[in-house]
């Protein structure tokens, strides 16, 4: 009897260790609802895009949204062909009105990337599904209008 009282005691101790493995990796990743209404473990985010890919994606493709988030005199004195501003303080208040489509791909930059990567985070928390942050125009290689 009491041998058979420490083999149910082992084995009660080894499922309660492989309950809390299983549970504790489970609570690391953030659940939420998507669009589809089905629960997903990863949260939304945006990707990095360098240069030479974004140059070429714009080349190639249509319906990308180049999206400058400097100033308005940061944006005067040089900007990349093609880009929009819309300010970063602004963004909030000005996404929903001219970026209508969520699923467009949107390539964002500032001057050095600080900026780009809080509109990128600010874009996705608002429900934009396709955004690239491109970091600084500091980094951009090619043209830049004036």
């Known amino acids: 009897m009491i041998k058979s009282f420490k083999s ?4 009660c101790l080894i499922a309660a260790i492989l309950l809390i493995g299983l549970f504790s990796g489970c609570s690391s990743k953030n659940a939420e609802i998507n669009k589809e209404g089905s629960i997903s473990s990863e949260k939304a985010s945006f990707n990095n895009i360098t240069p030479e890919e974004a140059n070429e994606r714009l ?11 400097r100033t308005k005199e940061e944006y005067k004195n040089g900007h990349i062909k093609g880009s929009m501003l819309i300010p970063v303080d602004n963004l909030k208040t000005e996404a929903e009105i001219k970026l209508k489509d969520k699923d467009s791909p949107i390539f964002v930059y500032c001057r050095s990337g600080n900026r780009s990567v809080t509109a990128a985070n600010l874009l996705v928390n608002l ?11 500091n980094n951009w290689p090619y043209e830049v209008v004036k």
């Open 8 to 11: 149910v005691k082992i084995i």
């Open 127 to 137: 429900g934009y599904t396709n955004v690239y942050n491109l970091g600084g125009i």
């Open 59 to 69: 080349e190639r493709d249509k319906g990308i949204i180049l999206l400058d988030v």
